[in-house]
């Protein structure tokens, strides 16, 4: 994909996208709620999008604030959040971030990258989305579909998210930044899918060099 392709691609995809389920993440950052933006991210860490959706919600009808969530009982957050993949770790930690909020931030999210990064167990992935859809600040959240697609594009040529996020800060246009992951997973959940993509379906075929796609739908 030529970086002038861009722009039609994206305006292609925000099309596509309204007739297309809306990630988890993003969903739950409609409630305007940071520490649920955080803690969403966490659960969907290794987790499917639907179970990181139900288990969310669970989990907040006890719980939306980390003074809150300091206040449960570990064995009702592990219920709430079941079958997230590791529950049991990831409710460890978030107690854990919950106490460092409260500790050292006044029980609110941090709105900067290298902050959020302070945090036990946050990584670039997340600290990125709790920026974009957590502060609506500036973010490049690169997740495994991000990742598989801007390189399937030919977009870049990488070999890890942490490369492929590096690459598009240096070769992405500031104002996509903070839409490229929404865009993006949607597309990677609905068309653009590992293995066997809907390739037919696809209305950008014109535009991508479908790099390691052996088979396809």
Request: proline share 6%.
């Amino acid at each position: 994909m030529k970086p002038t392709d861009l722009p039609v691609v994206l305006r292609h995809l925000r099309k596509s996208i309204k007739s297309w389920r809306v990630p988890a993440v993003t969903k739950i950052s409609r409630q305007r709620n940071p520490f649920m933006v955080l803690v969403s991210c966490l659960l969907s860490l290794r987790t499917r999008d639907e179970i990181t959706d139900a288990a969310s919600k669970r989990l907040f009808v006890l719980a939306n604030s980390p003074k809150k969530l300091l206040r449960l009982d570990p064995k009702l957050v592990e219920k709430a959040i079941y079958p997230v993949a590791f529950y049991r770790n990831k409710t460890l930690r978030l107690y854990e971030i919950s106490g460092a909020l409260i500790d050292d931030n006044g029980g609110k999210v941090p709105d900067k990258l290298d902050q959020l990064l302070r945090l036990k167990g946050v990584g670039r992935k997340t600290a990125n989305l709790t920026l974009v859809l957590g502060h609506n600040k500036p973010g490049i959240c690169v997740d495994i579909h991000v990742h598989r697609i801007a390189n399937r594009w030919g977009y870049v040529q990488t070999k890890s998210p942490h490369e492929t996020e590096m690459a598009l800060r240096y070769k992405l246009p500031k104002r996509y930044w903070m839409e490229i992951n929404n865009l993006l997973v949607s597309f990677g959940q609905n068309i653009c899918k590992p293995q066997s993509p809907f390739c037919s379906k696809c209305n950008i075929l014109e535009y991508c060099e479908q790099i390691g796609v052996n088979q396809y739908r």
